[in-house]
């Protein structure tokens, strides 16, 4: 599987989470991280940027893509005793006269195959973002997980790893290059610029099977990936206690939210 890395920089990742959901204690106590599917994620265009077929604007253009699928695809079309020189036609067809159609039916086969293989686990550059406490934190009840970025990013964990890029515009991608590397990042790191407060540093994992089980898709760290957690500012005496209690048994930093006075300002404070 191919690897590859966007872009580096600060130490620490991080994972906001909430003590009452049972997954995300798991994240703590055992240390371990979920590659969730596509289709658990909170945005509708997330990893859904898929090829473009205006981009197809040549009759050669599109009998070139349309070879490049025969040949992809002639043991099936052999195996089902499909014609493919017939099959060529008819998808040569279909593009130059109904593109829509079938702009539409590969991106439904596209998406279905996108959420039954791959899995992604998002974090941020930041743990101050009020706003992410509120979405992703149980309204500032939760606490948030400080990573070791290098850890996680040399290991063999993963497929790929870097920041997302926000755009203003959606990505448009040639078919006759969606094997570009570029474009492969693009499909899987690129997101609305209305994201761009998260600053989100994610990590994707692609699966041989289809429909890899939720067993499959959770995987347990090292213990020294994790060196801080953060207590939210309205976390519950009996959370904050028992995290406490579990980060001093790991030797894992603690630190509380606290606001700034007179700023919109989230700090903190090593407990």
């Known amino acids: 599987m191919c690897k590859f890395k966007i872009m580096e920089n600060s130490k620490l990742i991080y994972k906001y989470r909430t003590w009452n959901n049972s997954f995300h204690k798991e994240a703590f106590i055992h240390n371990q991280i979920y590659f969730a599917s596509p ?45 493919p020189n017939e099959r060529k036609q008819q998808l040569i067809n279909l593009i130059m006269f109904d593109r829509d159609r079938m702009q539409d039916e590969f991106d439904n086969h596209s998406n279905i195959w996108t959420e039954n293989r791959f899995g992604v686990v998002s974090f941020s550059k930041r743990w101050d973002s009020i706003l992410m406490w509120s979405h992703y934190s149980e309204n500032h009840k939760g606490f948030c997980i400080g990573y070791n970025k290098e850890k996680l990013t040399e290991s063999k964990l993963y497929g790929s790893a870097g920041m997302v890029d926000y755009k203003n515009e959606y990505p448009s991608i040639d078919p006759l290059q969606s094997e570009n590397l570029q474009d492969i990042i693009s499909q899987s790191h690129t997101k609305a610029i209305d994201w761009g407060y998260e600053e989100e540093y994610r990590l994707t994992k692609l699966w041989d ?25 309205l ?19 603690v630190f509380r939210v606290v606001k700034k006075r007179h700023e919109f300002i989230l700090d903190r404070v090593e407990l």
């Open 209 to 233: 099977k289809s429909n890899p089980s939720v067993k499959d898709r959770i995987t347990t760290l090292p213990k020294d990936f994790i060196e801080e957690v953060i207590l939210g500012l």
């Open 235 to 253: 976390i519950s005496k009996s959370h904050q206690s028992r995290i406490i209690t579990i980060a001093k048994q790991k030797n894992i930093k």
């Open 39 to 83: 289709k658990e994620l909170n945005d509708p265009f997330d990893f859904r940027i898929f090829v473009d077929y205006k981009k197809l604007d040549t009759p050669s253009k599109v009998e070139k893509y349309v070879e490049g699928l025969i040949r992809d695809g002639l043991s099936t079309l052999i195996k089902n005793k499909i014609n």
